[in-house]
């Protein structure tokens, strides 16, 4: 029996505790983390100073600014960021150990049949400087516009290949986080060690 049916059947109250319950629900379907939501905290680690109107945001990202704001709100309640008081900043520490340690088992890698698009994992950048590349197709994120062939791999957000071709940082983040999804192990660790110099560069900085 799931917890929820246990908390029905321990209240003295049924109809309180079906209120209760329903008001959980809602709670959760609210808080869980959305892969948008983390593209949304690496652009915001990206910008200097204090976080900009969520209408640049969107218009960086290509959403909506009530997405952004949705994210911006998951983002929080997660702990990758930090409140408005503090102009939402990452929390660069919790966001380094969920990319290292979570993110391959929240947004498990999704892969299609051959694809044009733009390159991701170890076939971009910084990857594709410290792994030579075999005979086997190169992961690409599907794109109309893009110059390369390889095997669909689906992207943590649909318009994420747009954003990211406008930030080469960004590009930078989310291709390690794809081979860090799904790649195999010298790839993980090395996208393990380029990321979290990113991060820390930019906890410093």
Same mark, same amino acid.
């Given at each position: 029996? =799931? ?8 209240? $003295? %109250?049924?109809? /309180? !505790?079906?209120?209760?319950?329903? /008001?959980? &629900? ?21 910008? /200097?100073?204090? &976080? ?7 218009? @960086?990202?290509?959403?909506?600014? =009530? ?8 983002? $929080?309640?997660? &702990?990758?960021?930090?409140?408005? $008081?503090? =102009?939402? &900043? ?5 966001? %380094? ?17 051959? =694809?044009?698009?733009?390159? *991701? !994992?170890?076939?971009? *950048? ?18 109309? /516009?893009?110059?390369?062939? !390889? ?26 986080? @794809? ?10 660790? +090395?996208?393990?060690?380029? +990321? ?8 410093? !900085?």
């Amino acid at each position: 029996m =799931s917890e929820w049916c246990l908390c029905l059947a321990d209240s $003295q %109250e049924p109809f /309180e !505790g079906a209120f209760a319950i329903r /008001e959980f &629900r809602i709670y959760n379907q609210h808080m869980v983390l959305k892969p948008q939501d983390i593209v949304v905290v690496l652009k915001l680690l990206g910008y /200097e100073g204090g &976080r900009p109107p969520f209408a640049q945001i969107a218009k @960086d990202l290509v959403m909506s600014p =009530s997405e952004v704001h949705a994210a911006v709100k998951r983002a $929080q309640a997660a &702990r990758l960021l930090h409140g408005p $008081q503090m =102009s939402n &900043r990452p929390n660069v520490s919790a966001l %380094e150990e969920f990319l290292l340690h979570g993110i391959k088992y929240a947004f498990p890698a999704e892969r299609g049949g051959p =694809s044009r698009g733009i390159p *991701t !994992g170890y076939a971009a *950048t910084p990857l594709n400087r410290l792994i030579a590349p075999g005979d086997e197709p190169i992961p690409v994120w599907p794109f109309a /516009e893009g110059k390369k062939r !390889g095997i669909a791999f689906a992207p943590l957000y649909k318009m994420a290949p747009v954003a990211a071709l406008k930030d080469p940082l960004l590009y930078e983040e989310l291709a390690l986080i @794809d081979a860090i999804r799904d790649g195999r192990a010298r790839e993980r660790k +090395l996208a393990e060690q380029e +990321l979290v110099k990113i991060l820390r560069k930019k906890s410093d !900085g």
